[in-house]
């Protein structure tokens, strides 16, 4: 029989492993920065941007984070203020919000698997700025763009 928190009557699974609903919060976020880990990022805190983690696709001192992670508490709950104030937050700082819940793994090869949910907003300037080629030859090259006007529309209107 499950109590509130959706735990079994048992403390620990067979193998001797805490269930996901019993982990501290610490134990939980330990888990979730393995996890990113493993899939190759540097994780590391988060607290300057109001989460637990960043992760970095590269060291920091060459690259600038692109996801902050909040990890789930252990009822699964998010409290809709903490969710406004990240989402609305992600923007200006140029993140990608992924929010990290511990489970229980149904597989051997863990105790326990992370599911992610990312909330992505339009905000990577990068990703978005607006780019004007001009083709010189086989070679394609980015040009400065002043009031939505290339040099290829210049010498057009002089014509």
Request: glycine residues 4%; aromatic residues 6%.
């Amino acid at each position: 029989m499950a109590d509130q928190k959706g735990c079994a009557d048992t403390e620990t699974e067979p193998q001797g492993n805490k269930m996901a609903c019993d982990l501290t919060e610490e134990e939980r976020i330990d888990i979730v920065r393995k996890h990113f880990e493993a899939k190759g990022y540097r994780v590391h805190s988060g607290l300057q941007f109001g989460v637990e983690l960043v992760l970095y696709s590269d060291s920091p001192t060459k690259v600038h984070s692109d996801f902050c992670v909040h990890v789930v508490s252990s009822d699964g709950r998010v409290d809709w203020r903490v969710m406004q104030t990240l989402v609305r937050s992600m923007p200006d700082l140029h993140k990608t919000l992924i929010l990290a819940s511990v489970r229980n793994s149904m597989d051997d090869s863990s105790p326990y698997a992370v599911d992610e949910l990312a909330i992505a907003t339009e905000h990577a300037p990068f990703r978005h700025k607006k780019q004007t080629f001009v083709e010189v030859g086989s070679q394609v090259k980015k040009q400065k763009v002043n009031n939505d006007t290339t040099t290829s529309d210049v010498s057009d209107q002089k014509n």
